[in-house]
């Protein structure tokens, strides 16, 4: 393999700065081996190194970047995963995309994703199913399955994503690699093909922590396109702790006991992640159980709440605009329904039934309202939490990466892959995924949380541990 | 719990045209996660504030000055059936009424 695709971002960015490696030999090496992708990680793949002479001196220094399909950019095929949107070609570029650029990091290409974001295996998608670089029988995780494939076999240097639920935090669990959902509102939505507006989050997907910080540093501030977004309120910070003494980590016993509902963790996930835990203790910090009471039911809040979103949403793709048209039986509403009809994968249905359904007149109080009265219990468990805890920690998946198909009969069942995931999101919070281990030859995630804004203080202490692991993802990038 | 009917009904409120198969493949897989998600109805959550944003903005206004957009022709390229620089749609025809 190439020494060029060996380096983590941050590496290349030095050694292009030093003068020591041509930025268009960079990008040409990652984009043939992203043009040979077997793994259907990408969707799009740029013809050839951009126009635009990637500053040296920029912060990402010409190294590319792999962006999720959802991500609008200008002239390039944008589908966010959907027949409903085959090539679309949108005519402006998502904010984020466009601050990477500026901070010299070019379009590598486009990768693949679970329909409209929703899912968790990338089996969703209308372009086929990603598979995953440590066993091609599994699937990578999702829904940002292809960024994550991508980055961990070396198609990328680094990756963004998109999370709503643990769409970027779950892949890169499965895929052995650095995962972050900032807090909501640090990064600008605008140009992200919508699924759940008051959950969906930008993040990048990396192979360590240094990326994700280098990364997250260019992504986030206020745009005057997103009324959500905020200004940061200090800059991200490069990692560099080597110790976590002081540090007092929280496990939450209704994530991790895991019982209930049924979302069992997977000894071989629970033993890596207590290794993990025997690691933190020894780098100074300390560990102890916690209580967030509500977070058991964060999956059936988020399980009503983002289809929800994602009913109104989706109401936009309708055949008039842009995407594709069905004609029905002549008539506007006929054409509505048999263009939502078509374009619409299975999942995404079910997800805009349950929404309307949870929307409608005589059920929403009992659904969406008590709903969003969890997500108010939720939020104050957290903040409970974090006056006698710096960081809150689990397994990020409770499984290891399943095999394709395995679930797809069972809607409850993936959705329970979201368990230790998607209160956070919920809370607005930030949290970050790393490798902890291997369970029988595949990647474990090690997930931690933090309070609103914490970002800094959760890399560095990822960071240590990160080195104290000691991860070897290597044997993913062939 | 969602029988053959609601199924229907909320096809129709969600402008998804569904075929048998898919009807009733809805109504089991609905139901189950309806059933799981169900249970958040036994916690006691009397007055609690609903959340709809977690981080707290006031409405965020600018000044309303005019600034260049998009041209309608780049807008209209993506648009399956553009007529006279606007969006082109089927009549709305006899099923153009509201029915819900």
Redesign the interface.
């Known amino acids: 393999m190439s020494e060029l695709i060996a380096m983590t971002g941050a590496e290349a960015a030095e050694r292009v700065r030093a003068g020591e490696v041509d930025p268009r030999e960079l990008f040409d090496a990652y984009r043939e081996r992203a043009a040979a992708d077997r793994l259907n990680a990408f969707t799009w793949v740029a013809d050839g190194p951009p126009g635009l002479r990637p500053g040296a001196q920029a912060p990402l220094a010409g190294v590319p970047v792999a962006v999720k399909d959802l991500f609008c950019t200008e002239g390039v095929p944008s589908q966010a995963g959907s027949k409903i949107l085959e090539g ?5 570029t998502a904010t984020v995309v466009q601050k990477l650029r500026d901070a010299g990091a070019p379009l590598l290409g486009k990768t693949n994703q679970d329909e409209f974001a929703m899912g968790s295996s990338s089996e969703n998608s209308a372009f086929g199913p990603v598979l995953n670089p440590w066993d091609r029988a599994r699937v990578p995780g999702g829904s940002s399955g292809g960024s994550a494939a991508a980055v961990a076999a070396g198609l990328a240097p680094w990756a963004i994503g998109t999370d709503t639920g643990g769409s970027i935090r779950q892949p890169a669990a499965l895929c052995g690699i650095v995962g972050m959902k900032p ?3 640090a990064c600008s939505r605008y140009g992200m093909i919508a699924f759940a507006s ?1 959950l969906d989050q930008a993040g990048p997907l990396t192979r360590d922590v240094t990326d994700a910080a280098l990364l997250l540093a260019q992504m986030v501030g206020h745009d ?1 396109r997103d ?2 977004s ?1 200004r940061f309120p200090a800059p991200i910070e490069l990692p560099s702790a080597e110790h976590l003494r002081g540090i007092r980590l929280g496990v939450p016993e209704e994530l991790i006991g895991g019982e209930r ?1 049924g979302a069992g963790i997977e000894p071989g996930v629970r033993k890596s992640f207590e290794a993990a835990l025997r690691l933190a203790e020894g780098l100074g910090a300390s560990v102890e159980p916690c209580r967030l009471p ?1 977070a058991a ?1 964060a ?3 988020y ?2 709440i983002a289809p929800a979103e994602a ?1 109104a949403n989706l ?1 936009r793709f ?8 069905v ?2 039986d ?9 263009t ?2 078509a374009g ?1 994968g ?1 999942e995404v ?2 997800r ?3 929404g ?2 949870a929307l ?1 007149s005589g059920y929403y109080d ?2 969406y ?9 939720i ?1 104050d468990d957290f903040r409970a939490v974090f006056e006698r805890f710096d960081f809150v920690v689990t397994p990020t998946s409770p499984w290891t990466a399943f095999e394709l198909g395995a679930k797809t009969d069972d ?2 069942a993936m ?1 329970l892959n979201d368990f230790c995931t998607v209160p956070m999101p ?3 919070i930030p949290a970050i995924s790393i490798p902890c281990g291997l369970s029988d030859g595949l990647p474990v995630g090690f997930q931690l949380a933090g309070p ?1 804004f914490s970002e800094s203080r959760l890399l560095d202490a990822a960071y240590a541990l990160e080195r104290a692991i000691g991860f070897d993802g290597s044997a993913a990038r062939q | 719990m969602l029988d053959r009917a609601a199924v229907l009904h909320v096809g129709r409120l969600a402008r998804l045209q569904l075929n048998d198969t898919e009807v009733q493949r809805m109504a089991a897989e609905l139901s189950k996660v309806l059933e799981h998600v169900e249970k958040i109805r036994e916690l006691d959550l009397d007055g609690v504030p609903p959340t709809s944003h977690v981080v707290d903005v006031v409405n965020a206004l600018r000044p309303d000055e005019p600034e260049p957009c998009l041209p309608r022709d780049v807008i209209l390229e993506a648009a399956p059936e553009p007529v006279d620089g606007g969006f082109g749609v089927p009549s709305p025809g006899a099923s153009g009424s509201a029915h819900e």
């Open positions: 679309y070609r949108p005519p402006y807090t909501y509102g008051s005057r009324s959500t905020v509902d509500h039911h999956l059936s809040a399980y009503l009913s109401a309708d055949g008039v605009r842009y995407g594709l048209r004609e029905g002549g008539d506007l509403e006929s054409m509505y329904g048999a939502r009809s619409f299975p249905k079910r805009i039934m349950l309307t359904y409608s009992a659904y309202g008590t709903a969003q009265k969890v997500r108010t219990k939020a809607p409850l959705y919920l809370a607005g609103a």
